[in-house]
């Protein structure tokens, strides 16, 4: 069905009809998480090549290392990506958002964000702190003042009900990025709550862990990578960022976004009725139900005990060892 | 010092076991507070000489015509105590002072919880209302009936009181406990074959699971859930389940007063007094606490003792007080985090277990 030779749709981001972004967006974490830098730069390249113009980013993955190696890639390419980080202030003051912004585009190399995104919104009290005088809602009016950066967004994969308030905070969001793939349709569910709010409003919806995060519910068999992939990519999103870490999945996720035709909404409806019952409690979801893919930083700044096992605390830990490497080898 | 609802196995029992412990052991100064430490000082010193006698009033347990101590002995803790002997001589003075409610579950400590409180109270078995769990996580009527006669044994009795489903913390737990020869069945036979006077469930996780629960219009007798100052304002068991549960006349059992491990005292948001008088102000039957030793049991008889009620007013100042702390949850560890599901629920659920996703 799919016509590989074709491109990769571009749709509208959100109210923002003249900016067109693609299907396909390619996520930032996994980047970090490449073998080495060479192969880092060969999968932003090779998704650039392939039609993929969304990349995504962030402050804190990797300590740095994932904006790092794809400011690398970039070089001579800025012009060709909508490029997105987002910064990890989780509540705390505007400043800090400032000082983060500044790191972010030296390491990608760039004067300037398409989009900056609040990372991780996942507490109940964020929308609050966000807005507060002298919170990040400053930092983000005053970097766009500056021209370091055209849209705001947020990001968070915890519950709609937070999302939904962050959205009625009073501030001028041009998009939101949340977890959507067949088991969110029935959990705590983004697709129910949040999507057809922000459809409505005009405000680009950013779909992201299309596989849940981790690819557990591919690994352990209740559902295909590329049903889930196709599913994420038929709703009513602007794009669909997932990770990929070898060039292999690049080359697999580009089969299936290039010359994509949304499943009709019978098929959607198959899928959904083959995860209902493994969805129930959340098995797959975990960044909805436990800590895991919370970072540090929001963990510190939120007074919740950090994860030991996490790669962000071993690269935090081991890269105060000063052996003279940038980026400590350190497993997930 | 912490409440009741807890985990069963694996090697995360040990560590949670070892830190409540290390919590216990600075209880009577740190955690008993500016008020009470004068008092649990004493109490200290005259152990075993003359003890304090205190009286710990009672309540109205629900409709069952009974009446409860407004304290509870809770059970994962009493399956921490050193020995037998030390069980015994929490029990048994538990007992003295008009304490009567002993909590417990199947699966606590791999059933070493029930039968500390099964050996302590032995010869007093019809001074205390006896509570158990069943640990089913979504399994069926069989699983359940066949818990019941090992909680049965080990707590050397031939019925139970309070028989409740525990740790009712995943989504679809209530579709899998109301489906056709699921474990509200077993509750309802237990009661039946007169092997239990009372049922109930509890949870931890959320109150929109709690009234999922009640929603089906089943007797129960009795729910538990976490009351507690930082519960007021963050997912808020008491707003929302305390309210449907007193208007449907089900004895209400609090627990996690002081956060689940104490951690809204070590931290220093409030003190034990505090937390403990905050819960026992609710229109509840019984405030289930964790106690692992005589020293921290000693410290809450003489809050539960000298208990006077806190006002709505002086409710209110406290959640005001510690606003910035329960906005996100952070003491509030079994609503946000998965580090208070027990591993066999997680193993039923099909999650990673305790030592492999600690929170």
Known sequence: MADTSAAIPVRPFGKHGDVRISALGLGGHYIGQAADEKTAIRIVHGAIDGGATFVDNCWEYHRGKSEAWMGAALKGKRDKVFLMTKVCTHGREGMLAMQMLEQSLTRLGTDHLDLWQIHGVAFENDPE???????????????????????????????????????????????????????????????????????????????????????????????????????????????????????????????????????????????????????????????????????????????????????????????????????????? | MAAGDGVSSGAFDVSRRTFLRSAALSGAGALAGREASAASRTNREDQGE????????????????????????????????????????????????????????????????????GTALKGKRDQAIVMTKVCTHGRDKSVAMQQLEESLRRLGTDHLDVWQIHEVVYYNDPDLIFRPDGAIEALAQAKQQGKVRWVGFTGHKHPDIHLKMLSHDFPFDTVQMPLNAFDARFRSFQQRVLSEANRRGIAVLGMKSL??????????????????????????????????????????????ANFKPMTEGERKALEDRVRAWSADGRYELFKTTMKYDGDLGRQQHQFPVAEKMPA
């Open chain 1, 129 to 332: 702190l966000f807005i507060r005088p002298g919170g990040a809602a400053e930092a983000l009016r005053k970097a766009k003042e500056q021209g370091k950066v055209r849209f705001f967004g947020f990001t968070g994969h915890k519950r709609p009900e937070i999302h939904l308030s962050m959205l009625n905070v009073g501030f001028e969001w041009d998009a939101v990025q949340m977890p959507l793939n067949p088991f969110d349709s029935h959990f705590l569910s983004f697709e129910q709550l949040m999507l057809p709010e922000l459809n409505k409003r005009g405000v680009a919806a950013l779909g992201m862990k299309p596989l849940g995060g981790n690819g557990d519910m591919v690994k352990k068999g209740a559902i295909t990578a590329e049903q889930a992939l196709r599913y994420a990519m038929s709703l009513p999103v602007t794009t669909t960022i997932t990770g990929m870490e070898t060039l292999d999945v690049l080359e697999q996720n580009l089969k299936i976004a290039q010359g994509f035709i949304p499943l009709a909404e019978a098929e959607m409806q198959k899928i959904r009725e083959q995860v209902q019952q493994a969805a129930g409690d959340g098995r797959f979801e975990p960044y909805k139900t436990s800590l895991k893919y919370d970072n540090p930083e929001a963990r510190l700044a939120h007074g919740f005990p950090i994860d030991d096992q996490s790669v962000e605390v071993k690269e935090m830990l081991k890269a105060t060892q000063n052996e003279g490497h940038p980026w400590p080898q350190v497993t997930a």
């Open chain 2, 50 to 117: 003359t003890m304090p006698s205190y009286t710990v009033p009672r309540r109205a347990f629900g409709k069952t015509g009974e009446q409860v101590s407004i304290l509870g002995v809770g059970g994962f803790h009493l399956g921490a105590t050193k020995d037998q002997q030390e069980a015994n001589a929490l029990v048994g003075r538990a007992l003295d002072c008009g304490i009567n409610f002993f909590d417990n579950a199947w699966e606590y400590k791999e059933g070493l919880a029930e039968e500390r409180l």
């Open chain 2, 259 to 304: 956060g689940g491990s104490g951690e809204m005292v070590t931290h220093g948001s409030i003190t034990a007094e505090e937390g403990l008088r905050y819960a026992m102000s609710l229109p509840v039957a019984t405030t289930i606490s964790g106690m692992d030793s005589l020293e921290v049991l000693e410290q809450n008889l003489a809050i539960a």
